[in-house]
């Protein structure tokens, strides 16, 4: 993004195309995963807490992060391979700002329906199904919550899950809204703005959104914000 931004160079490859996409579809299945056993770990931590070093150990901790980043590998190897082995015909312009499915499919001249339904399937799997892990999650999150007797309690309980929360609403809200919505229902354009949301702002405000946790990160913005809001002197 940054390079294209700076060069001004709008233009890539047919291997470049292909190579982005893979990574897209990687990473992307790799985060779904990702959030959804950070949520069962939070799910221990709160719901079972004595039990939870048993439960959450190093080896656990490592099988679940392993099987998370392995599920990204056969969703981008069969999207992509599948993708690109289509014919194009006809303009060779993406009208999207980076090589997602759907508009590189626009520019396929055959008979995709089989892949359409493909992609259905691996966006249920990857999309659907960890996010409703992760909201049966919360359920029994909320329930151990409410039923706790003292203030602080709740309070520290919270504080374990807000983070998490804000970044899977930020997520799921935005990519649930750009594949599970029908195509004659969304423009072009709107589609490049929620794009942008989950590729662009929501990356970008994760670091800030988890640090902020951190008391001497705050403590820091706070000195930022003092420095920047008071009157300099002369």
């Known amino acids: 993004m940054l390079g294209t931004l700076i060069l001004q160079d709008k233009t890539i490859s047919f291997l470049g195309c292909g190579t982005q996409m893979y990574f897209f579809f990687f990473f992307g299945a790799a985060e779904c995963c990702l959030l959804a056993t950070m949520a069962y ?3 221990v931590a709160i719901c079972d807490p004595l039990r939870y070093p048993v439960i959450m150990s190093r080896r ?3 099988q679940l992060t392993a099987a998370s980043w392995f599920a990204g590998f056969p969703v981008a190897t069969v999207q992509t391979t599948w993708i690109f082995s ?3 015909c006809g ?3 993406v009208n999207h700002f980076f090589c997602d499915s759907p ?6 001249c055959a008979d995709t329906s089989l892949f359409e339904l493909e992609a259905l ?3 249920v799997l990857f999309i659907l199904f960890p996010f409703l892990l992760i909201l049966g999650s919360y359920v029994r999150i909320l329930s151990t919550i409410f039923r706790m007797p003292s203030t602080e309690g709740k309070r520290k309980a919270f504080s374990t899950c807000s983070s998490h929360l804000l970044v899977v609403s930020l997520f799921y809200s935005t990519a649930i809204l750009m594949y599970f919505r029908p195509r004659s229902n969304t423009s072009p354009e709107h589609k490049k703005m929620v794009s942008l949301s989950y590729t662009v702002v929501t990356p970008m405000l994760n670091p800030i959104i988890y640090s902020l946790r951190n008391n001497e990160v705050k403590a820091a ?4 914000i003092g420095r920047t809001l008071s009157p300099r002197k002369l």
């Not at 508009?103 to 396929?108: F, K, N, Q, T």
């Not at 913005?221 to 930022?224: A, E, G």
């Open 41 to 43: 770990d939070r799910y």
């Open 60 to 62: 656990a901790c490592a």
């Open 86 to 88: 289509f014919p194009f």
């Open 91 to 93: 303009p060779n312009r």
């Open 103 to 108: 508009p590189v499919i626009a520019l396929v």
């Open 121 to 123: 399937t691996a966006t």
């Open 221 to 224: 913005l706070r000195r930022v």
